[in-house]
């Protein structure tokens, strides 16, 4: 008996560390809702390590159906437009952009492709690459 009350410590530190480790956070809220702010179009020129940034203000329309709409400064950098979306709750949402044209090149950024994201219930900040490796795309944006 006397064995066992001194061995018992040992035991529940080894089941402790059996144990399933806690889940790390990640994005568990899908993000749904009218986000403001601005989106940054961040270009490493070839000749200079010096960033080219341009900066417009969009408004973001999430809808819990997975549809989404883009508005806002669409007049010069960035194409208003409008599709599905898909997330998973670790880091990415996927836009299917509607209006993204089938031929050529866009002149305006379109809200298409895969973007990581992180999202805490009021501020919402996509990532994403164009196909040229010197081109970042950044939307910092904020629930209303």
Do not use: W
């Amino acid at each position: 008996m006397n064995r066992l009350f001194y061995l018992s410590p040992l035991l529940l530190i080894f089941l402790a560390g059996c144990s399933k480790n806690p889940e790390i956070p990640g994005n568990k809220q899908k993000p749904v809702g009218t986000f403001t702010g601005q989106f940054l179009y961040i270009h490493v020129p070839a000749n200079s390590a010096k960033l080219d940034t341009s900066i417009a203000n969009v408004q973001l329309v999430m809808n819990s159906n997975n549809t989404y709409a883009i508005t806002g400064d669409t007049s010069v950098l960035h194409a208003g437009s409008h599709g599905n979306y898909t997330y998973d709750t670790d880091a990415e949402i996927q836009f299917y952009d509607a209006t993204y044209p089938t031929t050529g090149t866009p002149t305006k950024t379109h809200l298409s492709g895969i973007y990581t994201f992180a999202y805490d219930g009021l501020f919402l900040n996509l990532t994403g690459n164009s196909p040229l490796d010197t081109v970042t795309y950044r939307y910092n944006l904020k629930k209303n």
